[in-house]
């Protein structure tokens, strides 16, 4: 089994694995309109994906870590060598977002494991909530999450 975690404000811990998120402001990996998932394989890589977006200290207030686990058998990967050479770019290529909503439309796997852009070797998950398999991922409770405020100074 792998282990995921998602990081969020507890006012979205009940849609955190609905993929609504994505779906109204698109991502790396999706496109407006696409229902996704994002986690990362690490609480720190979870929280690291979640800074780069924020740009006030007030909002490190209140979080929740939520743990997900799913089988191997549910998963396919990604990896970075069969990417188009600007993958990391910011804000990302077209390209990529049209590779993440091709994996969403062909649902050929609940889980796609794609190299993270912040940390080269380390990895997140994106999770499809419509696809057929989306059931069998196990969804832990949410436990507190906080940051430590020294976070903002970098």
């Not at 999706?30 to 690291?48: H, I, R, T």
């Not at 058998?73 to 910011?90: C, K, V, Y």
């Not at 070797?121 to 398999?133: A, K, T, V």
Request: net charge negative; glycine share 6%; charged share 20%.
């Amino acid at each position: 089994m792998r282990k995921a975690w998602r990081i969020v404000q507890p006012c979205h811990a009940n849609d955190a694995f609905s993929g609504e998120g994505a779906r109204l402001y698109g991502g790396r990996w999706n496109s407006v309109g696409m229902s996704m998932v994002y986690a990362a394989e690490s609480k720190a890589l979870a929280a690291l994906e979640l800074l780069v977006h924020l740009d006030q200290e007030s909002v490190l207030d209140n979080y929740l870590c939520i743990p997900v686990q799913f089988s191997e058998a549910h998963l396919r990967t990604l990896d970075a060598q069969g990417l188009p050479s600007e993958w990391r770019n910011h804000p990302p290529p077209c390209s990529i977002q049209t590779l993440g909503n091709q994996w969403l439309r062909g649902q050929v796997s609940v889980v796609l494991e794609v190299p993270s852009v912040l940390i080269p070797g380390e990895r997140n998950y994106l999770i499809n909530p419509f696809h057929h398999d989306f059931y069998k991922l196990k969804q832990g409770a949410p436990e507190p999450f906080e940051f430590d405020p020294r976070v903002l100074r970098m």
